[in-house]
């Protein structure tokens, strides 16, 4: 499945957007899809999760309350409220099927990934 994150762009500090993750090819239907971020300098790390067909969601505990993950039949959402700049980063969404829920967080368990979209929140 190929992958497309969608949505980024410049916000100010305490502003929203709402990121959008695409698979061409297949549908998402027995996937898991991941959200992960990168900031510069530093390592990509864990956002949220939704498994497609339940539509169970995880989340980083730092993020819980501003972030949320959902999905339509074809699209998978990240909500993002309340921004901080230390929210900036560019934002992937991966997806799996065989991965298990214990290594949701972990970017290795997925096997597919979109490209990335830039969010920039300005002070």
């Known amino acids: 499945v190929q992958l497309q994150a969608s949505g980024g762009g410049l916000v100010q500090a305490g502003g929203s957007l709402r990121l959008s993750c695409a698979a061409s090819?297949?549908?998402?239907?027995?996937?898991?899809v991941g959200w992960f971020r990168q900031a510069p300098g530093k390592g990509r790390e864990f956002v949220a999760a939704?498994?497609?067909?339940?539509?169970h969601t995880y989340y980083a505990d730092s993020l819980k309350g501003r972030f949320t993950t959902s999905r339509d039949s074809a699209l998978v959402y990240l909500q993002m409220n309340s921004l901080k700049p230390e929210d900036t980063a560019v934002y992937y969404c991966?997806?799996?099927?065989?991965?298990?829920?214990?290594?949701?967080?972990?970017?290795?368990?997925?096997?597919?990934w979109g490209q990335g979209t830039q969010v920039t929140v300005s002070s």
């Open positions: 991966a997806a799996s099927r065989t991965i298990i829920v214990s290594s949701y967080m972990n970017e290795n368990g997925y096997g597919y």
């Open positions: 090819g297949q549908t998402f239907s027995n996937y898991v």
């Open positions: 939704i498994r497609w067909n339940s539509r």
